[in-house]
């Protein structure tokens, strides 16, 4: 019938059928098989109403036919599935870590269009306006797009470290914690509210510093000149009233907020001074970082950056830290490596994380920064100790932990025995339930309160009894309980981002509310303002949900 037609109108027609019904039309004749598929209009409409149209890599002589409608579509549909694979895999066995290591994730390995077709897909789901709907999805993709982050940044960092940027690779490092963060500016490149541009600000310090300078001025002078800059014209100043925010040891939170400690006070002013061709030398001084240089005189003197630029002895430096016989340890006057700054940046930034407020389980932010660890100290063995510990408190199995290069294979072969164990353990656990008995109370996606604690959370499992250990139980003092562990105990997501075992006693209805945990979408797939709705994986062990 369309021969009847002019070309141009039955493109016009075909524009408006969805694609299941164009896939129908190429098999009824050959003719409007060869119609569709050398339509470049057709195609490139589904190539954009698909978001697969306006890649890097197509040019306006790029033909948009059936074949690289059909490779991209491809592309999505093979994303679709594995992040479904990764919802099974991971809620049938939480031993699995999303890693660094994983096939689908190291985007290297893919071309430059699939990788632009992952981030555009990836990055479409985690923006969508609803945050109630495709939680399943959301999650897998977010573990997706933070990975390829980290990858890059680790590939960038290793070129810091050769190149001896103590400034970039600390920018780097606060790069890292807002990808665990799951941050926006982060993962989808777009610009915060909260920002400077870091490169043009400290050109900016420099060019200031230039203008009071001239050809003659001593090591001194051009000191004195940086004080005056940085200190006084841009405001930078110490953070003693919150000392312990952790993003004191951002750079570029620092530059934005015009604060910071020691560590990062003193990597903004070496860089302000190798820019002005300075030689400054980074100082690990326990408690108090430093920057040193040698004299008009010749002497080795100490910068104290964190008191605007205060310039001391070494006898003075030693008043900053009173530790016993600390005269004779030289080696904590000598000059360190970016490593080693950009190492004690980590280790603060760990330390402050359990102290303050963070958006994140504590332990799991604490194991991310182990992970970037592991490319920048690799020979430190109690990095690696702490995040074998934290992995194993967690029940993710950490694969990047094999970079730690100080790890003894006997040391290593206990830990996948545990991991074995743990896993082991699991699965007697995570055994197929058919049915719920009458005595469990509670239905798993319902919003909860615990009656003692006052957190609120959500239900996503239930034993008939206690199945945790003799040991535990006495820790937690189930025995005080009215029904102690002769009762049923519920597995749930607090909106603390903890994961906790529950007494069926301890537990009251209250009002539905959305539980924001980073392991939400694991068991549940929306959240429809009344309960959360399990996931298939999570229906594919209460087997009875698939009734729902």
């Not at 991209?72 to 939480?94: A, G, Q």
């Not at 606060?174 to 870091?198: D, H, Q």
């Not at 530790?323 to 004690?344: C, G, M, W």
Request: proline share 3%; with cysteine.
């Amino acid at each position: 019938m369309h021969r009847d037609l002019p070309f141009e109108l039955v493109e016009q027609i075909f524009l408006h059928l969805p694609l299941s019904d164009l896939v129908r039309l190429t098999t009824l004749s050959s003719s409007y098989h060869d119609l569709i598929h050398n339509s470049h209009l057709l195609w490139s409409h589904h190539l954009q109403k698909s978001g697969l149209f306006g890649l890097s890599s197509d040019t306006p002589d790029s033909p948009n036919d059936l074949e690289k409608f059909k490779r991209r579509y491809r592309c999505v549909k093979d994303l679709d599935e594995t992040l479904e694979t990764l919802s099974y895999d991971h809620i049938h066995n939480t031993i699995v870590e999303i890693d660094l290591e994983h096939e689908q994730l190291v985007s290297c390995r893919m071309d430059a269009e699939k990788r632009e077709i992952t981030y555009r897909h990836l990055s479409g789901l985690l923006l969508s306006s609803n945050k109630f709907t495709n939680l399943t999805s959301k999650l897998y993709a977010r573990y997706f797009l933070v990975a390829q982050t980290q990858l890059g940044i680790i590939q960038d960092l290793i070129g810091c470290l050769q190149s001896g940027s103590v400034f970039d690779g600390s920018l780097l490092i606060s790069r890292w914690v807002g990808a665990s963060l799951g941050e926006s500016s982060i993962i989808y490149n777009i610009k915060p509210t909260e920002c400077v541009p870091v490169h043009e600000t400290i050109e900016g310090i420099v060019n200031q510093c230039r203008v009071l300078l001239s050809p003659s001025s001593t090591i001194e002078n051009v000191l004195n000149v940086i004080n005056k800059v940085l200190y006084q014209g841009f405001g930078l100043r110490k953070n003693v009233e919150n000392y312990y925010d952790f993003e004191n040891n951002r750079i570029d939170r620092v530059l934005y907020k015009k604060t910071g400690i020691p560590i990062t006070i003193a990597i903004v002013y070496h860089e302000v001074g190798s820019r002005l061709g300075l030689t400054l030398n980074l100082v690990n001084f326990p408690r108090h970082f430093l920057l040193s240089f040698e004299g008009s005189d010749g002497t080795t003197m100490y910068i104290d950056c964190f008191n605007e630029g205060n310039i001391m002895s070494r006898s003075q430096c030693l008043q900053l830290c009173p530790i016993s016989n600390i005269q004779d340890k030289d080696h904590y006057f000598q000059s360190t490596t970016p490593a080693q700054v950009l190492e004690r940046l980590i280790r603060n930034i760990i330390a402050f994380a359990q102290v303050v407020h963070v958006p994140q389980n504590r332990a799991f932010f604490a194991l991310n920064l182990y992970k970037i660890m592991s490319f920048i100290a690799p020979n430190d063995y109690e990095s690696a100790v702490h995040a074998m510990n934290f992995s194993l408190d967690l029940h993710i199995k950490c694969n990047f932990l094999k970079k730690f290069s100080c790890i003894e294979p006997e040391i290593w072969s206990k830990y996948c025995r545990r991991v074995a164990q743990a896993s082991e353990s699991l699965r007697d656990r995570l055994y197929e339930k058919r049915s719920k008995p009458d005595h469990i109370k509670f239905n798993i996606g319902s919003v909860m309160l615990h009656k003692r604690y006052n957190y609120t959370c959500v239900l996503y499992g239930w034993d008939e009894r206690c199945m945790m250990s003799e040991a535990w139980q006495e820790r937690m003092g189930i025995s005080s309980l009215e029904f102690q562990g002769n009762q049923p105990y519920y597995r749930v997501l607090a909106d603390d981002d903890s994961e906790r075992y529950v007494a069926q006693e301890n537990l009251l209805e209250t009002r539905s509310v959305f539980i924001n945990h980073r392991d939400v979408g694991k068991y549940f797939s929306l959240y429809d303002g009344e309960r959360f709705v399990p996931n298939s994986a999570l229906k594919s062990i209460y087997t009875y949900l698939k009734k729902d």
